[in-house]
Structures are given as structure tokens and as C-alpha cells.
């Protein structure tokens, strides 16, 4: 079956950039769904949701993230990326990648594979 | 922004009773609401898409229903595995948003 699982610096830099990656295993990426997503939950908090990819490119981003955040596909190495710049200690968080799926009338949202996440610390 | 508000912070529910959570759109966002179960320390679960259609393996005491702006998802009988917080969350408009969560402990 279908797993996500994140990897990446669990240490970032006040200021600097944070970087993720997501590798789908179990199938492609490609042909598994057409969105994927970064969501995450800083310490003791509820979920927030950073952006959305769709697979011709097109990204859709939380509006106050917006300026900071890059959401990118890699088919080839069934991987997704997330990217957030300038980092500050409001962003440490568990963040997780996971996978919007189609309703019966094949509208996507619903998230309904998740990695594990990964703790991501912004510290000097 | 479409802001989703779970009314309930905390719902206190002895074992075998029913509960109901509630999550409010501050405008529609037709049928297009889903539920999430989330443990300590675990990833969240898709329970409920589509506002009242249950996702594969999730156990039938679990139901959603509701459109537009008002939401329900009931727990017919809670079970020691059901203790968790819940999260709405709409994915109608962009940019997609969640509640800020219900925790549901033993009473």
C-alpha cells in the first residue's frame, strides 16, 4: 500500500531555510493522485495546513506562508519537497507530508495518507 | 479565509456513551468537510470525508453529517481507543483550513 515518509534537517537556523522532502513508496507518485500536501502542528497545537501541489505544477499556499513557501514534484524520484525560507521559532513544528483523495464525485481534499512526520526545531 | 470552529475545546464522555462534536464554517463550504483523529505522538486519521461518508476501516460508530456551515461527528459508543482529539477540516475553498481541534478524555 501506498506509505509517505519526510526527511530532512530536524535543526534549522533562525533565518534560514528549511527543507523537506516526502518519498512515495508502494506506488508513483505520478499515478496515485494528482495533489499532495504539507501540513503541520507546532508543539501542543492544532494542524495547520502550508500548500497544496497539483501534478501539472500549480500550488496553492496558506496566504501568511505564501511569500516564504516553495512546494515542488519530483516524478522521477517519486519524491514531493517543501521549502520554507527565513525561518524563525514559530516554525518549529511536526510537519507532515500526506495525500489528498477524491470523493465519490472526485473532488480532492480529504488527506487520507499521512507520513509519520518529522520534528523540525528552529534554534541557533 | 474560511475559519472552522469546533465549539468544544474539551468533551468529558464516560466510556459506552455517545459523543458529539460539533465544527462551524464561517461560510459554506458545502459538503466538501472532513473529520481526523489524532492520537499522541501518531499522525492524524481520516475518519469522515464528503461530511458523512466513513473512510475505509474506520468502525461504524463513527458518523459525520451536517452541510453548508454546521457539522456534527457522533461517536455512538466510545470505546477506550476513541479517547483522541478531533479535527475538522474544509477543503471547499482555498486556502483550505482546519478546526482548532476537540479532545475527547474519559469522564
Known amino acids: 500500500q501506498l506509505q509517505l515518509q519526510e526527511s530532512g534537517p530536524g535543526l534549522v537556523k533562525p533565518s534560514e531555510t528549511l527543507s523537506l522532502t516526502c518519498t512515495v513508496s508502494?506506488?508513483?507518485?505520478?499515478?496515485?493522485?494528482?495533489?499532495w500536501g504539507w501540513i503541520r502542528q507546532p508543539p501542543g497545537e492544532g494542524l495547520e495546513w502550508i500548500g497544496t501541489?497539483?501534478?501539472?505544477?500549480?500550488?496553492y499556499y496558506k496566504p501568511s506562508l505564501k511569500s516564504r513557501v516553495t512546494i515542488s514534484v519530483d516524478t522521477s524520484r517519486n519524491q514531493f519537497s517543501l521549502k520554507l525560507s527565513s525561518v524563525a521559532a514559530a516554525d518549529t513544528a511536526v510537519y507532515y507530508c500526506?495525500?489528498?483523495?477524491?470523493?465519490?464525485?472526485?473532488?480532492?481534499?480529504?488527506?487520507?495518507?499521512w507520513g509519520q512526520g518529522t520534528l523540525v526545531t528552529v534554534s541557533s | 479565509e474560511i475559519v472552522m470552529t469546533q465549539s468544544a475545546a474539551t468533551l468529558s464522555v464516560s466510556p459506552g456513551e455517545r459523543a458529539t462534536l460539533s465544527c462551524r464554517a464561517s461560510?459554506?463550504?458545502?459538503?466538501?468537510l472532513a473529520w481526523y483523529q489524532q492520537k499522541p505522538d501518531q499522525a492524524p486519521r481520516l475518519l469522515i470525508y464528503?461530511?458523512?461518508t466513513r473512510a475505509t476501516g474506520i468502525p461504524a460508530r463513527f458518523s459525520g453529517s451536517g452541510s453548508g456551515t454546521e457539522f456534527t461527528l457522533t461517536i455512538s459508543s466510545l470505546q477506550s481507543e476513541d479517547f483522541a482529539v478531533y479535527y475538522c477540516?474544509?477543503?471547499?475553498?482555498?486556502?483550505?483550513?482546519f478546526g482548532q481541534g476537540t479532545k475527547v478524555e474519559i469522564k
Open positions: 500526506a495525500r489528498p483523495a477524491a470523493d465519490s464525485s472526485g473532488y480532492y481534499g480529504s488527506f487520507d495518507i
Open positions: 508502494g506506488g508513483s507518485i505520478s499515478s496515485s493522485s494528482p495533489y
Open positions: 501541489i497539483y501534478y501539472s505544477g500549480g500550488t
Open positions: 461560510q459554506s463550504v458545502s459538503s466538501h
Open positions: 464528503g461530511a458523512s
Open positions: 477540516h474544509q477543503y471547499n475553498n482555498w486556502p483550505w483550513t
